[in-house]
């Protein structure tokens, strides 16, 4: 099961797992303790305002909290039961006279359960998210994950039973009025039926997942954030070191650059064994279950097809010229420069604003954009910020990124965020936003059928962007603010797309060389460095140091091939805006729908009513074209203003 735990990294998100799906999880803040000292909260409040929080009390007061201990108890009481009151009957429950309102029985007991493991676990991963070098917060996540593993290891039996069953032994439980509800849930799983191994191989992979991939992710978590970088005398974690790449200062981000490089090298050796161990497990899983591609299981789980897949990648990689290779050399001439280091990609543009925006002043933008396209949305997300659902300061310790988790139904989302001022962050906040709301109206689909496929999970966070940006650009008042704003716009979404499908082109070289044999940090670097060349183009500059930046990319570790979902989502979302843009009434009310979906439809069913089917390999190009359409205004505007060099 997918945790849904949704990270944003060099302007992207991915998806954590865990061996069950969190949900709401939660402490009170004032059981952790001061986070910051008095002056560094003083601080990011005198420039910024004051930002909230988590307030994770909805789910348990504390780490110590006694309905904590006495629901791992119930979890583990309940599981036990549930197993000794159905395993090895499914099949005889299923032919009996009363089989489908049985199996109803069972399934509603089951769904319970993960809804209560489920919130467990979110408590653990949220909690170790707030502050991963409190030792209490990581002993108790490293604790609630080996319980709930030995716990759901107990579950494991009812979905591969269910999917022993014959179609028509299946069909004639459907027919059963309550049992029909499920059936998007109980179709779903039967899609894994080609992968599904016996139930002793199951259960040995679920158990030993705790001190095998889990165990590495953790190592890898810890290593990246107790990571220190010495910026001109000062210590800096990873985040802020990074951020550091988007200073006016050209020195300045050479030097950050510099301090990563040097940091990452010198750990380098642990991350290529991180590597190439979880590309050793992957594909043992692979080979066990007969997936034939290296990204195969990742295609199953996000319930796209193999070929929809490659017809994205193959139109992104054909578009790289028109795209990122056009806008990084119109940015090299704004910069006054040939060609641009690898460290000056994000740099800020030369008559670009650099005024830090309040964490009140993104508030209501993002806010007023949600109210711009339909009250509802709005009204959805304000809680967010009322109720202690967002934590947005920087502070020690703090998982670095942003993400948005869904919990469990009978909880709530709650959105990450390290905001420091920038566009950007006002634009993660929309972002991670959209992903709230997507939960919440999915939530009602219950523990079983909310999640959402990594690619249609991508698809309103990356419309609230859009909703956001379009709002702005409708205030610029000049033609310079409105070429500075598309210029931003563009950034991200070659982030968003082309540097993502970089990213699994990467990951394919690295995986299909890895069956082959180990890697070194040599190859490793090289193939980093290959894919970047191809998808940036001669405009910046592969400075030699830049091969070890794949090491830190949280993506490759925790969910190995997540990464196109970026650009399936912005593709989707530049088509869906397009006909927002032409609709008539009623366009808001088919994506609320498709929102409160969840999982409970293929991504061909939900794009339908918009007229849209991303199985069409057209489907690509016209969501690319969009972001070439934004580079011929650029250059339009360039010629009419003289560019915006410094």
Same mark, same amino acid.
């Given at each position: 099961m997918n945790s849904g735990l949704i990270r944003r990294f060099d302007g992207k998100v991915s998806s954590i797992e865990a061996v069950t799906k969190p949900e709401a999880g939660g402490v009170s803040l004032p059981a952790f303790g001061p986070v910051l000292s008095m002056a560094e909260e003083a601080g990011a409040e005198a420039t910024?305002?004051?930002?909230?929080?988590?307030?994770?009390?909805?789910?348990?007061?504390?780490?110590?909290?006694?309905?904590?201990?006495?629901?791992?108890?119930?979890?583990?009481?309940?599981?036990?039961?549930?197993?000794?009151?159905? %395993?090895?009957? &499914?099949?005889?429950?299923?032919?009996?006279?009363?089989?489908?309102?049985t199996l109803l029985g069972a399934i509603k007991e089951y769904e319970e359960l993960n809804d209560k493991l489920g919130r467990i676990a979110s408590y653990g991963q949220l909690l170790y998210s707030f502050d991963n070098q409190n030792p209490i917060h990581a002993k108790l996540h490293g604790d609630l994950m080996e319980r709930i593993t030995m716990i759901s290891s107990d579950l494991l039996f009812f979905g591969l039973e269910l999917n022993r069953l014959s179609d028509e032994e299946i069909e004639r439980c459907l027919a059963h009025e309550g049992l029909s509800y499920y059936r998007p849930w109980i179709e779903d799983l039967r899609i894994e039926r080609p992968y599904q191994l016996s139930d002793d191989l199951e259960k040995l992979f679920h158990d030993k997942s705790v001190v095998g991939r889990g165990a590495w992710s953790r190592l890898f978590n810890e290593t990246m954030t107790a990571l220190r970088f010495d910026v001109d005398g000062e210590t800096l974690a990873l985040e802020p070191t990074l951020n550091l790449l988007q200073s006016r200062d050209a020195e300045k981000r050479k030097t950050a650059a510099t301090a990563v490089e040097g940091v990452l090298k010198d750990n380098l050796r642990l991350f290529t064994q991180i590597t190439n161990t979880l590309a050793k497990d992957k594909e043992i899983a692979d080979r066990w279950r007969s997936f034939e591609d290296v990204a195969d299981s990742r295609h199953l789980s996000n319930r796209v097809e193999r070929d929809v897949v490659e017809a994205l990648v193959e139109a992104v990689r054909g578009k790289y010229s028109s795209m990122s290779h056009r806008y990084y050399s119109l940015k090299a001439k704004w910069l006054g420069v040939d060609q641009l280091n690898y460290w000056d990609r994000n740099a800020p543009l030369p008559k670009d604003n650099e005024r830090e925006i309040p964490w009140a002043e993104a508030k209501e933008t993002v806010l007023a954009a949600y109210e711009g396209f339909s009250p509802k949305m709005r009204e959805i997300a304000e809680p967010f910020f009322e109720r202690g659902w967002i934590d947005a300061p920087l502070r020690p310790g703090k998982a670095q990124g942003a993400f948005a988790h869904p919990t469990v139904p009978?909880?709530?989302?709650?959105? @990450? =965020?390290?905001?420091?001022?920038?566009?950007?962050?006002?634009?993660?906040?929309?972002?991670? @936003?959209?992903?709230?709301?997507?939960?919440?109206?999915?939530g009602k689909q219950g523990a079983l059928m909310a999640p959402t496929p990594l690619t249609l999970a991508e698809t309103a966070s990356v419309f609230g962007e859009m909703l956001t940006f379009k709002t702005l650009l409708e205030k610029a008042k000049t033609d310079q603010e409105r070429q500075l704003m598309l210029a931003a %716009?563009?950034?991200?979404? &070659?982030?968003?797309?082309?540097?993502? &499908?970089?990213?699994?082109?990467?990951?394919?070289?690295?995986?299909?060389?890895?069956?082959?044999?180990?890697?070194?940090?040599?190859?490793?670097?090289?193939?980093?460095?290959?894919v970047q060349a191809e998808s940036l183009g001669p405009a910046i500059a592969m400075n030699e140091g830049y091969g070890v930046y794949w090491s830190y990319v949280p993506h490759f570790i925790h969910a190995p091939f997540y990464v196109y979902a970026y650009a399936f989502g912005d593709c989707l979302v530049n088509s869906l805006y397009a006909v927002y843009s032409q609709a008539s009434d009623g366009f808001q009310e088919k994506y609320f729908d498709m929102l409160s979906a969840g999982g409970t439809?293929?991504?061909?069913?939900?794009?339908?009513?918009?007229?849209?089917?991303?199985?069409?390999?057209?489907?690509?190009?016209?969501?690319?074209?969009? =972001?070439?359409?934004? =580079?011929?205004?650029?250059?339009?505007?360039?010629?009419?203003?003289?560019g915006l060099q410094g």
């Open positions: 910024l305002g004051e930002m909230p929080v988590w307030d994770l009390s909805d789910l348990y007061d504390g780490p110590s909290s006694e309905t904590l201990k006495s629901d791992l108890e119930a979890a583990a009481a309940q599981a036990s039961s549930f197993q000794n009151s159905y %395993k090895t009957k &499914i099949k005889d429950i299923a032919t009996g006279a009363d089989g489908g309102e009978s909880a709530h989302p709650y959105v @990450l =965020i390290n905001y420091q001022g920038k566009p950007r962050d006002v634009q993660t906040l929309a972002h991670e @936003l959209g992903h709230g709301v997507h939960q919440v109206l999915a %716009k563009v950034e991200d979404m &070659i982030n968003t797309v082309v540097r993502q &499908i970089a990213f699994y082109c990467f990951e394919r070289k690295v995986h299909e060389a890895r069956r082959e044999g180990e890697l070194t940090s040599d190859q490793l670097n090289e193939f980093w460095l290959d439809k293929h991504h061909k069913d939900l794009l339908a009513p918009f007229g849209l089917d991303a199985s069409d390999p057209s489907f690509w190009n016209k969501g690319l074209s969009v =972001i070439e359409s934004m =580079i011929d205004e650029l250059e339009a505007l360039d010629a009419k203003t003289g």
